[in-house]
């Protein structure tokens, strides 16, 4: 266990990290740092709610959707969540319950943002985990909103975020309690050694540049829940939850009356390659940086 002033890493917690390939370290941050980045994504969002809403046809929505995620890895973008929609495709709840995310550059775009992110607790529980030169590749402030939070289906994070070697690590924060009502984190103790099932890639077509899947391994991935073998990962405000790569994990839909806001920053070791073909690419003024 860990006081909120200390938060380092014992031996025994890299223990359980290799053993169950993610560690959960209560106090890592204080109550005003999370307020500090709720209130900053407000301001996001809010901002992002200026913006003229368009219709679009399927095809049209299809490939302006496609060009707003995969330019995403060097902005700061507002993504929606699915329900926040009615049939007609107006806004069913106000803006700022509607949006799923902010990413996925604002560690390194935005002040508030760079200062959560390159807190020594983050940096200290990387270096702690094996990450020897750490690059800091992705945010993503998730909102889990009140009734229309949606799931995060089982997966690995090296999917979206592979490396050669495989290399990633998720530092995930509850900026809020996460319960088993507003949709905590689960997670499959010793996932991390099975293999990991797939990639996401840009697509690379004549079309443009959509995103596709690339299977690598069979193996099904763990049942949702407690039927799969995961564990609900049931934590206050503040917690920071490092969770290895090949690690499969899920959140369920956040049914409650209260959101369930997280930051997760993704890291990986700087010395493992990059792939082209990664969804995620920066801008060449705009380099992956450390901690
Ligand atoms: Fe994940």
């Not at 929609?85 to 902010?102: C, M, R, S, Y």
Request: net charge negative; with cysteine.
């Amino acid at each position: 266990m860990h006081t909120a002033e200390a938060a380092t890493l014992t031996d025994d917690d890299v223990a359980a990290w290799g053993r169950d390939g993610f560690l959960v370290v209560p106090g890592a941050f204080s109550a005003e740092a999370c307020a500090a980045l709720v209130e900053r994504a407000a301001e996001h969002v809010a901002a992002a709610g200026q913006a003229p809403v368009s219709v679009f046809s399927t095809q049209e929505q299809q490939r302006t959707s496609d060009e707003w995620f995969l330019g995403s890895g060097g902005a700061i973008r507002c993504f929606f969540e699915e329900e926040a929609f009615t049939d007609e495709g107006a806004l069913a709840v106000p803006l700022e319950q509607a949006i799923n995310k902010v990413g996925h550059a604002q560690h390194d775009l935005d002040p508030v943002y760079d200062a959560f992110a390159r807190d020594p607790v983050m940096a200290r529980t990387a270096a702690a985990l094996g990450v020897a030169d750490a690059r800091l590749v992705q945010s993503m402030h998730i909102f889990k909103q009140p009734r229309i939070g949606g799931e995060v289906t089982c997966h690995q994070d090296a999917t979206f975020l592979s490396t050669e070697p495989p290399s990633v690590v998720g530092l995930w924060v509850a900026l809020e309690d996460a319960t088993l009502d507003n949709g905590c984190l689960w997670a499959q103790p010793g996932g991390h050694r099975g293999p990991l099932r797939r990639r996401f890639v840009r697509a690379g077509t004549s079309d443009g540049d959509g995103t596709r899947f690339v299977d690598l391994d069979p193996t099904p991935l763990p049942a949702p829940g407690p039927d799969g073998g995961l564990v609900p990962l049931e934590v206050a405000a503040g917690t920071l939850i490092a969770l290895h790569g090949l690690l499969p994990h899920w959140s369920g839909p956040n049914r409650s009356d209260r959101s369930r806001q997280a930051y997760t920053l993704h890291v990986v070791d700087g010395s493992a390659e990059w792939p082209a073909d990664a969804w995620l690419q920066r801008p060449a003024d705009l380099p992956f940086r450390g901690f």
